[in-house]
């Protein structure tokens, strides 16, 4: 069979398909980006495609769930269940591209002194003759000994394979890089001491260069996870890894390789090399952490949900694949529980949270919501499955924080005033956004505390079958399809806010805290700084407290990663609260499901000895 | 009077709902007329919550009248006309899964469709699903999952009843979030339901019940 070739538009990109190889995988092979969040399993709809011209297969059961005759008849597909009988042009439209993302890198820097584990001495050798033919490794390591008092046991074996080239290069002039004890790499004099701090989350990667003499941020950068190509979500992930043994390993190598990238692109805005990158931290969620590490994946989302190892993890980075100093190390923070990863500890680490004084909630919003909370001197842990509604999954009109997203929405009488981002025309609504309309919604007693859509209301209309909420008409829209929101959004958006309030309530009780005593509540990640947070209280998705106890803190868990990277005092102390917090299980608690019920009411309240008690508290 | 039971049934309008009992028990009613219109007014419900327009909440609640509507009704009813019900479902989310909220509803609509549900909880080893079976002798047995990995638990438990010479005594019907035919396929069941009540018609198709 020859291979057929296709050709995706706009992007204009074309190549040939592999023999039973689906529209998407063929996309994804070639660069293109089409969404797929249930990683190609045909349930997800989001990779919607049109056949503009050539053969394909017969549509998939769930295609012909997904779209209407017309719709097929139009050649409109699903990427994932489609696969090419020849040559053919595929349309893919705007909804189903992975758009270029607002990603946050910013947050709060923290004061450490800087005590790395990698220590940089600067030698001068003398040229090697016939009377003293010392080995060249041996010279260096006898003159670090002498002049600098260190000893080294070790070599690397990548330093070592390349010493005597460099050090001939550089005229006997190096810099010698230790650390505990091994000869990790050899620098030349004029280079930098780099160190690489990395937040590795599901959708999103960050990572920041840090000057490892003096602890200084010299560039940030985020990109996307590639692995999203793979599956939105942590479980379809791990589904593709348990699956096949390629899975994995390809995970791994598309991470990776991204890694690389974004190395080589923070060290190109400081005119420096990725070799001078001298030791990396690592923080992410267990699920990614496994996975960049090859570590088994089926026992972490299967009960009990047991994580291969919870310690911190040391390897090479070259073991991982990835193209920093010969020698140097990877350190992987230590996480709390298969659902309570590295990244959460970093974020308790540089919110100082887990030496809170007075008691603290920290939480990390996203597909999955790390709670913890700080109750005299102890803290507890739980995940709640919020499920993608607040990354705009399974929401009509939902979106990912991107151009075009509706990000801010206040409804003014019957006036609807928002903001996009980009400040372009709206496309579709992200998660703030979704939050946002969800507590004007709320007040202005278009959906009741039950979250039922109210009739009789200006811009609610009946449509297929279910009430929907007109948020810009078709008029508004220049003649595009209305956006909307639909009771059954608001339904995903309850069940969402509810498993945050419950995992929250659960905590609270277990500790035996009153929620009047919570004296601060910090958010972190990306959503959670977008968030306007009285939104958030007044659906009842966070307690009822004034609002100044509020902290919006940016990408913590980056933060914390970066304290790890420059101070050996950081690392002890991630590895100390990771040992000390205990976890909580949430949905084998026998609270959850009463708690779960109240917390899907909309409006402010307040727990009050297991009871919903309405609050109005106005600041 | 029928019509007013079904709709402020499912209304959830609870004091309503009392009052048109009590009302109908004064007029020596048939009860189990009345249970029968409660039961209409749980479909409604049942749609109602299929459609997005109630939430769990409302389910609960409509339990709650529901539960007060028996308790209302029970002393007049003799043994002989005590409800007969529709057959007997052993469910349970399978091994390795601990999700509850989905199959709670199924539970809770095959119960107020008149079913005698056996649930295990979660996290249902293949072998108590199999116990289950023979001590009840249910025709009926549900497997619910959220997780993908829990496909692997369901063909497992199938297997299990299979190799208890069970398979053709029972009827097995899977759910979750992401089950589509293919899944049915792969774990051989014999059917799946969307959503609870697709459950709920698949057992009753399987009662005989119309």
């Known amino acids: 069979m020859t291979a057929f070739v296709i050709s995706f538009e706009p992007v204009g990109r074309r190549g040939k398909c592999r023999k039973n190889e689906s529209l998407l995988a063929c996309a994804h092979r070639l660069g293109v980006g089409i969404n797929s969040i249930c990683g190609g399993e045909g349930t997800c709809h989001a990779c919607r495609v049109q056949v503009i011209s050539g053969a394909v297969s017969k549509p998939a059961p769930s295609e012909l769930e997904a779209f209407s005759s017309q719709e097929l008849e139009e050649g409109w597909r699903l990427a994932c269940q489609t696969y090419p009988a020849s040559d053919c042009k595929i349309a893919v439209p705007t909804d189903s591209m992975t758009t270029t993302q607002r990603i946050q890198v910013e947050g709060l820097e923290a004061k450490v002194s800087v005590e790395p584990p990698v220590r940089v001495y600067r030698l001068q050798l003398a040229a090697p003759s016939l009377e003293t033919p010392q080995a060249d490794a041996d010279r260096l390591l006898g003159a670090l000994g002498r002049r600098h008092g260190v000893r080294c046991a070790k070599i690397d074996i990548g330093a070592l394979r390349t010493i005597s080239d460099q050090l001939r290069s550089w005229k006997w002039k190096s810099q010698a890089v230790v650390r505990n004890g091994e000869l990790i790499a050899i620098l030349a004099s004029r280079n930098h001491h780099l160190g690489l701090a990395l937040d590795l989350g599901t959708t999103k990667v960050a990572g920041y260069l840090v000057d490892l003499s003096d602890g200084r941020t010299l560039a940030a950068k985020g990109i996307m996870n590639p692995q999203i190509s793979y599956g939105e979500d942590v479980i379809s992930r791990i589904n593709r890894a348990v699956k096949s043994p390629d899975g994995g390993v390809q995970l791994q190598k598309v991470a990776v390789d991204a890694i690389n990238e974004l190395c080589t692109d923070l060290c190109a805005e400081v005119a420096a090399k990725p070799e001078e990158i001298l030791e990396a931290v690592v923080v992410g969620n267990t699920a990614m952490h496994h996975l960049l590490l090859r570590l088994p994946v089926k026992q972490l989302v299967l009960s009990p949900f047991v994580p291969a190892i919870s310690r911190a993890v040391e390897v090479k980075a070259r073991e991982l694949g990835l193209k920093i100093a010969h020698g140097a190390y990877v350190h992987v923070l230590p996480n709390i529980a298969g659902f309570v990863g590295a990244d959460h500890v970093s974020m308790l680490l540089a919110t100082d949270a887990w030496q809170a004084q007075e008691t603290t909630l920290a939480l990390d919003i996203g597909t999955n919501t790390e709670v913890s909370l700080v109750y005299k001197g102890k803290i507890t842990s739980t995940s709640c499955a919020s499920g993608p509604a607040f990354e705009g999954g399974h929401i009509k009109y939902g979106m990912r924080a991107a151009t075009g997203a509706i990000e801010r929405l206040r409804i003014d009488r019957h006036r609807i005033l928002y903001q996009t981002i980009g400040g372009v025309p709206p496309i579709g609504i992200c998660g703030s956004g979704i939050l946002d309309a969800l507590a004007q919604l709320y007040l202005t007693e278009i959906i009741d505390e039950g979250g039922r859509i109210m009739d009789n209301r200006p811009r609610v209309r009946a449509y297929k079958g279910q009430r929907e909420f007109i948020l810009v008409s078709k008029e508004e829209h220049n003649g595009k399809p209305a956006i909307t929101i639909t009771q059954h959004d608001i339904r995903e958006l309850q069940l969402a806010k509810a498993a945050i309030r419950t995992g929250i309530q659960v905590l609270l009780e277990s500790a035996g805290c009153a929620e009047d005593d919570i004296r601060q509540v910090i958010i972190a990640g990306a959503f959670g700084t977008y968030i306007d947070v009285a939104s958030a209280v007044t659906i009842g998705m966070l307690p009822s407290l004034p609002i100044k106890r509020f902290r919006q803190v940016g990408n913590a868990a980056g933060m914390g990663a970066k304290l790890a990277l420059i101070s050996l005092k950081s690392r002890a102390r991630a590895e100390a609260v990771a040992s000390t917090v205990s976890y909580v299980e949430l949905a084998s608690n026998p609270g959850f499901q009463p708690i779960f019920m109240q917390a899907s009411y909309l409006g402010r309240y307040r727990f009050v000895d297991g009871r919903r008690e309405k609050s109005t508290d106005a600041d | ?210």
């Open chain 2, 1 to 210: 009077m029928a019509k007013d039971l079904v709709k402020a049934l499912s209304d959830l309008k609870e004091q309503e709902v009392v009052k048109i009992v009590e009302e109908r028990l004064k007029a020596k009613e048939d009860p189990l007329k009345i249970l029968e219109d409660a039961r209409k007014g749980m479909e409604v419900v049942g749609k109602r919550f299929a459609s997005s327009e109630y939430f769990i909440p409302d389910l609960v609640y409509s339990g709650e009248i529901l539960k007060s509507v028996t308790e209302l009704v029970k002393p007049k009813l003799t043994k002989e006309t005590e409800t007969k019900k529709l057959g007997k479902v052993v469910l349970g989310t399978v091994a390795g899964d601990i999700h509850d909220i989905g199959k709670d509803i199924v539970v809770f609509m095959l119960d107020v469709n008149g079913f005698e549900v056996h649930d295990l909880g979660v996290d249902v080893p293949p072998q108590k699903f199999v116990e289950k079976i023979k001590e009840t002798g249910a025709p009926i047995v549900g497997l619910s999952g959220f997780l993908t990995l829990a496909f692997d638990s369901m063909k497992q438990t199938v297997e299990a009843i299979k190799a208890a010479g069970l398979r053709d005594k029972v009827k097995v019907m899977i759910g979750g979030g992401q089950i589509t035919d293919e899944v049915t396929r792969y774990t051989s069941a014999d059917a799946y339901g969307k959503d609870a009540v697709a459950g709920v018609a698949l057992a009753k198709k399987w009662a005989g019940v119309k």
